[in-house]
């Protein structure tokens, strides 16, 4: 999936939430999370993508929007499945 494909998706699950269009959000969402969505596609699955975009999706909330740093964070999270560190600077084991 595309980054901008994500952020459609992405402004279609705040905007049925919210009952509203705003282009603003729209726009502000492709620019903050174009980053995130194409290295969740790039080293996840379809799956892994629409998974950052339901999460990001229900912390929209008040007119508030999860910093780019928390989008990764989530990303990270949904990539490394529950969380775990993506290296933990050991040996390999």
């Given at each position: 999936?595309?980054?901008?494909?994500?952020?459609?998706?992405?402004?279609?699950?705040?905007?049925?939430?919210?009952?509203?269009?705003?282009?603003?959000?729209?726009?502000?969402?492709?620019?903050?999370?174009?980053?995130?969505?194409?290295?969740?596609?790039?080293?996840?699955?379809?799956?892994?993508?629409?998974?950052?975009?339901?999460?990001?999706?229900?912390?929209?909330?008040d007119?508030?929007?999860?910093?780019?740093?928390?989008?990764?964070?989530?990303?990270?999270?949904?990539?490394?499945?529950?969380?775990?560190?993506l290296?933990?600077?050991?040996?390999?084991?």
């Open positions: 999936m595309r980054p901008s494909d994500a952020a459609r998706q992405l402004q279609y699950a705040v905007a049925s939430q919210t009952d509203t269009y705003d282009y603003e959000i729209s726009h502000w969402e492709a620019n903050a999370y174009e980053d995130v969505f194409a290295d969740v596609s790039e080293r996840g699955s379809l799956s892994d993508v629409m998974d950052v975009v339901d999460e990001l999706g229900a912390r929209f909330v007119g508030t929007r999860p910093s780019p740093e928390e989008a990764r964070e989530i990303a990270d999270g949904v990539l490394t499945a529950g969380g775990r560190p290296a933990d600077g050991g040996d390999g084991n």
